[in-house]
């Protein structure tokens, strides 16, 4: 355990546990409007975010906040899918490009060639000066500090406030959405308290050779990170899905052996997806759920329950997402794998 680890036995582990003060640092500087943008984001036609890996989950939580505040359309895609797809773009679109390091070649090249056709980029980074910063019309910073795990994990949750503070900029009762969003990160520090109990559950699964994740609304992107986090770093088979879609193919995948993660705080499709957990247990499907803490519907359906504070639904995926990467970053550890250097893996990929 190095120094530089700050005693942790990884950096992934570091990273994660520093969230709540990036988050904290990351909320600062937009509470108090320093990065103000010379337009306002309803002015677009609309918004089209492109991203790859863990930056374009972020973004994908990004399109639900604002759909629901900007009424602007949000389109999210790879940027990779981007590329190639003749997607029309003009000067009356913001593309919203997210990378951490800025230097992804898919997310530099796609921004690039939008601003080509005309419309105008601002980027997410959270590399000062790398190639995209310098590349965009207009650059938001994460302020997460560096990230040295491959897995990203702290910059997820620094982008996700930005985003969230992007969603709510334009509105008259903004101070109040900020104030909201600064208490996000005393309760991820809650749920960081948790750790030890998260960990318990975690090597329950650790054998396993395939999990099924699954969310919808604002969790459905949460399900897809943790599902992405499980893959890269204990390189156990894991698909995040739509849990609305669950019927339309992978409950055929659901038996005994097949542990069903389910991201199921209580918002807006909490009964729905209590629905799906009934059909899973239907199937003998064993359920590992994250959830509020104090929900006794959601103890009586699952196998573990991994509780978080209860917040309002549109800052869940802050709090719901701590408890995915831990998860994963347990179970790696415990097979005694690379965790911070998976194999095959880049931090920064420059390739197309
Ligand atoms: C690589 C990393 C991922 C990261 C992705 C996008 O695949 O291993 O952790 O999410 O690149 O990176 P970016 O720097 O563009 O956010």
Redesign the pocket.
């Known amino acids: 355990i190095s120094a530089e680890r700050g005693g942790f036995k990884h950096f992934m582990l570091k990273e994660i546990f520093e969230q709540p003060r990036t988050v904290g640092d990351t909320i600062k500087g937009y509470v108090s409007r320093d990065y103000l943008l010379p337009f306002n984001l309803r002015d677009f036609r609309r918004i089209l975010i492109l991203?790859?890996?863990?930056?374009?989950h972020a973004g994908l939580v990004g399109s639900y906040w604002m759909n629901k505040y900007l009424q602007t359309p949000v389109e999210v895609m790879y940027a990779s899918e981007f590329r190639y797809a003749d997607v029309p773009v003009g000067e009356r679109d913001l593309v919203i490009a997210?990378?951490?390091?800025?230097?992804?070649a898919d997310?530099r090249y796609s921004a690039l060639s939008a601003k080509e056709k005309g419309a105008t980029v601002l980027s997410l980074?959270?590399v000062m000066g790398s190639a995209l910063d310098r590349e965009s019309d207009y650059t938001l910073y994460t302020h997460a500090g560096p990230e040295i795990g491959?897995?990203?994990t702290k910059?997820f949750t620094s982008q996700l406030a930005v985003l969230y503070s992007l969603a709510v900029s334009h509105l008259p009762d903004r101070d109040r959405f900020m104030e909201k969003l600064s208490s996000v990160p005393h309760m991820m520090e809650e749920v960081l308290g948790e750790a030890e109990q998260i960990k318990k559950v975690a090597l329950k699964y650790a054998n396993r050779k395939n999990m099924l994740y699954l969310g919808r609304y604002l969790s459905y992107p949460v399900a897809l990170e943790g599902a992405l986090k499980l893959k890269?770093i204990s390189y156990i088979h894991a698909e995040g899905y739509p849990a609305g879609e669950m019927k339309h193919g992978p409950i055929a995948l659901i038996d005994e052996n097949m542990p069903v993660l389910v991201v199921v705080p209580r918002d807006r499709v909490y009964e729905k997806v209590l629905s799906n957990i009934e059909e899973v247990l239907t199937r003998r499907g064993s359920v590992i759920s994250v959830g509020f803490r104090d929900d006794e519907t959601l103890t009586k359906v699952s196998k573990d329950l991994i509780g978080v504070p209860e917040v309002d639904e549109d800052l869940t995926p802050f709090l719901t997402v701590i408890p995915l990467q831990l998860f994963a970053y347990y179970i790696a550890d415990h097979l005694g794998l690379d965790v911070d250097q998976p194999r095959n893996?880049?931090?920064?990929?420059t390739v197309e």
């Open positions: 991203a790859c890996g863990t930056s374009y997210i990378s951490q390091s800025g230097e992804t997310t980074v959270n491959v897995a990203a910059t890269e893996l880049a931090k920064t990929v």
